[in-house]
């Protein structure tokens, strides 16, 4: 039973950083600028298209690939900030922005399709396992975890320890203040949408490591719902948040299946994502901040 | 805006949804209008009139007005991209070679005269949807004479009720889900053999003989149609041969992560572990059990195992994974035939791989080839013996015939036309061979068999060993 803990706990920090990592992006991006990112799912797909192709062209593994899949990330975030967003913001029809994310989501899974073909994908990458006398973990699931921290690291020190992450921070708080305090809350934007959409990429990377063969232009939508989940569970707006919904999600989908498995009659895997959404529920009546959110 | 504006549109509205009920009520209950001469298709088809043979036949006395038509248009919307691109690619090149093996032979036998087969065909990108709309289009605009099924029992559950709709003569033959032949199809014939009736039973009368002492199996299947259909055998299957059944789980169809399933199987220390699956996530459940070093005897994963690219992606990983098949180049029904005293209609394997090579075909030819090809041949059986495309003698046709080809057997129920009973499923394992190759290997039925049934090897003897190539 210990044994069976410890696997589920492993397992569950490890998945959960990523899916942290992935919802991330999201809330630094409702947090910014108050804009749901429907493209959110189409990132998360890009991001394992990059690391897909980095492997089959140049032979990059996932992990390798993240510098590459960060950087085009970040320019596709400012191409799109510009291009729909920023045009949008200021809209007075507060759905705009989220039509528009949508429409371009849409018409990016469509692109992928005409572009790469609705075939699925994977990238093999093994390189065996951590054995323990009772558990193993594969050597793969340990790197994408030390990537997780450092990217995090990174992010906590973008965000807490530069001008531009004070700037961020700035107008998450309140971007009126923000402004007349000489921010440049356009550039801020832009920037914040970026390192969003940079993130987003990152973990769609990441995911490849867990998808042999699910790599597809549809495959974002799975992440999604977990993503939104997760931004709503850890606070929408605080990246931190992410992170403690991620964990808390992750943990989650290892754990339930077990205590799920004991009820008669039930199918404990495939009740997981109704447990999911039943938490959002519960913290969306007790805590409709979130853990990490703002109280107001 | 006033109300009475408002109770103006609404009035509009209801007037519009009263006009569009009545004009969609008349187009139901109004009779399909018969089906003149057809245009040339939008796609092209693949005919190649060469010198003619004369297989066997037993026509029946054809309809005296029914006109010789200069080609037979077979319609089939397939999955040539999308989440089932593997095994739709595949099944359509079985299709493309059958065709051609027939309008290589002249084509189809009717009323004394040789008439090729025409294929028009459509990629469905492997969506429900739109499959329907390809097969209606298929009979109303291409006027097809016969339609193939798309691969895979959720779509065929979808498409086959709008050729039952048109009382068009159809084939199916990648459904498996018992399900199909429940639904009281008049005008479809199976000839892939079903989960309940036919899976299972060849790889566990193999483990029988080859390990007596095997008792505990663990049962998961995908939580779709076909999925449950191969749980519900795998239950049944398994108590009729006196198995133990430690667990028995349903998993998502997108499921991304199968491990916190495979660890509580691996804490009960099953003998054998059965995977009702498709490609995708029978993949996934066995690179997880590689990633967790989960030991089972004997791991049985339905279609994925089956695969070229299992071998591919995994490579000497994949060395015990066992699968059961529809059709291998090993297989040779022909003995088997003569040995029962039946008619053997159609290519030999080693023709169907001829085929598949002239046409294109890279790499080792699937399973699914075989699934594409009989479907085709079974139609041009039925036209033979029927001498007529109307659908009420085809099907008739159906009923009366008793033959093998390159898939095994064809018999369904005389019944239930939709119900294949016929059929036998080989059995394959990828084994390690010599030189450190790594080997598909037939392992059941005995007649052909290339090699004998292993178990398992453990996952840290596998760490030693190189990489094996195919």
């Known amino acids: 039973m210990f044994e069976l803990v410890f696997q589920v706990l492993v397992y569950g920090v490890i998945i959960g950083a990523v899916y942290g990592l992935a919802t991330m992006g999201l809330n630094l991006i409702w947090g910014v600028m108050r804009v749901v990112n429907f493209t959110h799912a189409e990132l998360l797909t890009l991001g394992a298209y990059t690391a897909y192709w980095a492997w089959v062209l140049i032979g990059l593994n996932p992990i390798a690939s993240i510098p590459l899949s960060a950087l085009l990330g970040f320019v596709i975030g400012i191409f799109i900030f510009y291009i729909i967003i920023y045009r949008l913001l200021f809209s007075p029809d507060i759905h705009s922005t989220l039509v528009a994310t949508f429409a371009l989501g849409v018409a990016l899974a469509e692109l992928m399709k005409v572009l790469w073909t609705a075939d699925y994908r994977g990238v093999p990458w093994a390189?065996?396992?951590?054995?323990?006398?009772?558990?193993?973990?594969?050597?793969?699931?340990?790197?994408?975890?030390?990537?997780?921290?450092?990217?995090?690291?990174?992010?906590?020190?973008?965000?807490?320890?530069?001008?531009?992450?004070?700037?961020?921070?700035?107008?998450?708080?309140?971007?009126?203040?923000?402004?007349?305090?000489?921010?440049?809350?356009?550039?801020?934007?832009?920037?914040?949408?970026?390192?969003?959409?940079?993130?987003?990429?990152?973990?769609?990377?990441?995911?490849?490591?867990?998808?042999?063969?699910?790599?597809?232009?549809?495959?974002?939508?799975?992440?999604?719902?977990?993503?939104?989940?997760?931004?709503?569970?850890?606070?929408?707006?605080?990246?931190?948040?992410?992170l403690a919904g991620g964990l808390v999600l992750g943990l989650l989908e290892q754990v339930s299946p077990i205590v799920l498995g004991y009820i008669p009659g039930v199918e404990p895997l495939s009740l997981t994502p109704f447990l999911s959404f039943l938490i959002l529920i519960i913290v969306l009546l007790i805590m409709p901040e979130g853990i990490l959110g703002r109280r107001r | 805006m006033s109300s009475r504006a408002v109770s103006k549109t609404i009035a509009v509205i209801i007037a519009v949804i009263v006009i569009i009920a009545i004009a969609a009520a008349a187009m139901v209950m109004m009779p399909p209008a018969p089906s003149p001469t057809p245009p040339p298709p939008p796609t092209s088809p693949i005919t190649t009139p060469t010198s003619p043979t004369t297989p066997k036949t037993t026509p029946i006395s054809p309809t005296p007005t029914e006109k010789i038509p200069s080609e037979i248009r077979i319609g089939v919307a397939i999955q040539l991209s999308g989440a089932q691109v593997v095994e739709g690619s595949a099944s359509f090149m079985g299709i493309k070679c059958a065709v051609q093996w027939i309008n290589d032979r002249g084509g189809v036998n009717f009323k004394g005269v040789k008439v090729p087969l025409k294929l028009i065909y459509y990629d469905c990108e492997s969506k429900r949807d739109y499959a329907v709309k390809l097969v209606e289009k298929l009979i109303t605009e291409d006027k097809v004479d016969i339609v193939i099924h798309p691969y895979a029992s959720t779509v065929i559950m979808a498409t086959a009720p709008i050729t039952e709709k048109y009382k068009m003569f159809s084939v199916q033959f990648g459904g498996s889900s018992d399900a199909l032949y429940q639904q009281g199809f008049k005008y479809m014939v199976s000839t892939h053999g079903f989960a309940i009736l036919h899976y299972w039973s060849t790889p566990f009368t193999m483990i029988k003989e080859a390990d007596p002492t095997a008792k505990k199996v663990a049962i998961v299947f995908k939580d779709d149609e076909w999925g449950r259909s191969l749980g519900e055998s795998a239950r049944t299957k398994a108590k009729n041969f006196g198995f133990e059944i430690v667990y028995d789980r349903a998993y998502p169809p997108d499921i991304t992560d199968a491990t916190p399933m495979l660890r509580e199987i691996a804490a009960l220390n099953p003998d054998i572990l059965c995977v009702g699956s498709h490609y995708k996530d029978g993949y996934l459940i066995a690179t997880q059990l590689r990633d967790l070093r989960i030991n089972i005897k004997w791991v049985i994963a339905q279609v994925a195992v089956a695969k070229p690219e299992f071998g591919d992606g995994l490579g000497k990983w994949a060395v015990g994974f066992i699968g059961e098949t529809t059709w291998e180049p090993e297989c040779k029904w022909e003995i088997i035939a003569a040995r029962e005293g039946k008619e053997y209609y159609g290519p030999t394997s080693d023709e169907l791989v001829e085929y598949y090579y002239k046409l294109g075909g890279k790499g080792r030819p699937s399973a699914y080839t075989g699934y594409g090809a009989i479907a085709v041949l079974v139609a041009a059986k039925c036209i033979e013996v029927a001498q007529s495309l109307d659908s009420d003698k085809l099907i008739e046709a159906a009923k009366t015939l008793d033959f093998y080809c390159v898939k095994s057997r064809f018999k369904v129920d005389p019944e239930n036309p939709a119900k294949q009973i016929g059929s036998i499923n080989p059995v394959v394992q990828w084994q390690r061979g010599e030189g450190d190759k790594l080997v598909y290997a037939v392992i059941y039925p005995f007649e052909f068999a290339t090699s004998k049934p292993i178990p398992m090897p453990k996952w840290e003897e596998k760490e030693g060993w190189p990489e094996l190539k195919p």
Do not use: E, Q
């Not at chain 1, 951590?130 to 690291?153: A, N």
């Open chain 1, 127 to 242: 390189l065996g396992v951590i054995k323990f006398s009772w558990f193993s973990i594969p050597i793969t699931y340990v790197f994408t975890f030390i990537s997780c921290i450092l990217i995090i690291i990174i992010v906590y020190f973008i965000l807490y320890r530069t001008y531009f992450g004070k700037s961020i921070r700035a107008v998450i708080w309140d971007s009126g203040a923000a402004a007349i305090c000489g921010v440049n809350v356009k550039a801020t934007l832009a920037l914040g949408f970026a390192l969003g959409s940079a993130l987003a990429f990152i973990g769609g990377s990441l995911i490849v490591i867990y998808l042999p063969t699910g790599i597809n232009p549809y495959m974002g939508h799975l992440y999604l719902l977990r993503c939104f989940v997760i931004a709503v569970v850890g606070g929408l707006g605080n990246p931190w948040g992410a």
